[in-house]
């Protein structure tokens, strides 16, 4: 007996949904720190340029492709394309990327769950900087810590989507996301009092070219990519819960919007906080985990907000997660008619199985050497990459580049005009903006594209 296919309640829904799967961890944790390493100021005004260009036209792309057909990935290149079609390779790669970056997304939603316990039960005020500072290095190399908070996340994130489009995953954006944009703004309001938030302001917009360079242009429309969550079947895979008549472009863009804002409002929280310390914006991946923490335990109220700080961070990483997962739930439900609480189970526990190698990445294994000698004499001496480095580089290097790629020139070359404008034009105050839309796709993303993914895997 065929399952029925779910669809959001609204268009609200979706939007909450899809704002939830794009705002994770890239806004709070990677967009302040890149902000940090490239200066603010025209990397910022570079970043939302990119957005504009590059990651909401591919964003409509993927909602299209999801609404247009009301199917996964996979099933949507093959509807548009022909049963065998290497087009359908497009959804695979999807498929497998949302399945590897979850592995160890999940690892790095367990430190923010486990620093989140930590200020909630001991708090850093009672800690020196140097221990909070090392803090990180002993939670990175603890193999019990990172499998056992790696399995409650999953756990989580599996019983939320074991109960459908509706009743799991919308419900828990229903929740979920008021209460981040009302955290993020209770930490905005106390960034806003503070010593350094002129100053952290002016970092952030003023334009400054003295740490600008061809790399951070490449790194801004990098992220612009990423953070859309573009390219790994996600898009596709919520806009095919869509009803054929919801409109397209304002919805694309009031995620973008949303998603944007975070970051911006990210780096509006943590900034002022680092400013007002007299630490290093620069301070690279261990602004969150490192800089933050020691800067919380120095002020007034820290006691406070470190967990609300950190408890956004795990909100921000389940909204994300739980796309992920529907994306290789969703493959299961719709080709293989599994029910859908054992296809989510089932893939939930394999993703936790595959992520365990990452979880002992910190060179401390449970039993004997670590994995980190295995990748390493697998992938050569000098390269230096674990597990955790080798996922995340596969899948930011390689996967999501090519992903993007091809649902940028599979819609603008492969699916007709017919296709395309019935998808955009049920926005009718935006619907002019098709040909515009078309023009970007064709010409400007595969390059803006290709040059990110040739930037990263060192050629140019």
């Known amino acids: 007996m065929a399952q029925e296919r779910g669809h959001w309640s609204s268009r609200f829904g979706f939007i909450l949904a899809a704002a939830g799967s794009a705002v994770g961890l890239g806004n709070i944790w990677k967009f302040p720190y890149i902000t940090g390493e490239n200066g603010g100021g025209w990397f910022v005004l570079i970043y939302l340029g990119c957005i504009a260009i590059v990651g909401l036209p591919i964003m409509m792309a993927e909602v299209l492709i999801g609404r247009s057909s009301q199917l996964s990935p996979v099933g949507a290149f093959r509807k548009f394309s022909h049963g065998g079609s290497p087009w359908m390779g497009i959804g695979w790669l999807g498929v497998l990327a949302a399945f590897v970056i979850l592995s160890y997304y999940s690892i790095v939603a367990g430190w923010a769950m486990h620093y989140t316990w930590l200020s909630v039960s001991s708090g850093f005020a009672e800690m ?112 095919s819960y ?157 996967m999501l580049p090519l992903g993007g790629l091809g649902i940028a020139v599979f819609v603008a070359w492969r699916m007709g005009d017919k296709a395309r404008e019935e998808g955009f034009k049920t926005s009718n105050h935006l619907g002019k903006m098709y040909w515009g839309w078309v023009f970007l796709l064709r010409y400007i993303v595969p390059i803006g594209v290709l040059a990110v993914f040739l930037h990263a895997i060192g050629i140019i």
């Open 128 to 239: 020196e900087t140097d221990a909070i500072g090392a803090l990180f290095g002993s939670v990175y190399e603890n193999p019990w810590i990172n499998i056992g908070w790696h399995a409650a996340f999953m756990a989580i994130t599996i019983a939320i989507v074991a109960k459908g489009v509706h009743g799991g995953i919308e419900l828990a954006s229903r929740v979920l996301m008021p209460v981040l944009f009302i955290i993020l703004l209770v930490l905005l309001i106390y960034a806003a009092t503070s010593d350094g938030f002129a100053q952290a302001f002016k970092f952030i917009f003023m334009p400054d070219t003295s740490k600008l360079t061809g790399a951070s242009v490449l790194e801004a429309l990098g992220h612009s990519f990423f953070t859309l969550s573009l390219g790994m079947g996600a898009m596709i895979t919520y806009g």
């Open 242 to 398: 869509l009803h054929k008549k919801d409109d397209l472009v304002s919805t694309s863009i009031t995620i973008a919007i949303l998603d944007t804002g975070v970051a911006l409002v990210a780096c509006l929280v943590l900034f002022p906080i680092i400013f007002s310390v007299g630490m290093d914006p620069a301070a690279g991946p261990g602004l969150v985990f490192v800089s933050i923490p020691i800067a919380f335990s120095q002020m007034a109220g820290g006691a406070i907000l470190a967990p609300l700080f950190f408890l956004l961070l795990t909100f921000a990483a389940l909204t994300s997660a739980i796309s992920l997962l529907e994306v290789a739930v969703a493959y299961f439900v719709d080709e293989i008619k599994i029910p859908r609480v054992i296809a989510t189970v089932m893939t939930g526990v394999v993703i936790f199985i595959f992520g365990i190698p990452s979880a002992l990445s910190g060179g401390t294994a449970l039993f004997g050497s670590g994995f980190s000698d295995m990748t390493q004499s697998i992938f050569g001496e000098g390269d230096g990459k674990n597990w955790f480095d080798l996922f995340d580089y596969l899948a930011s290097n390689w």
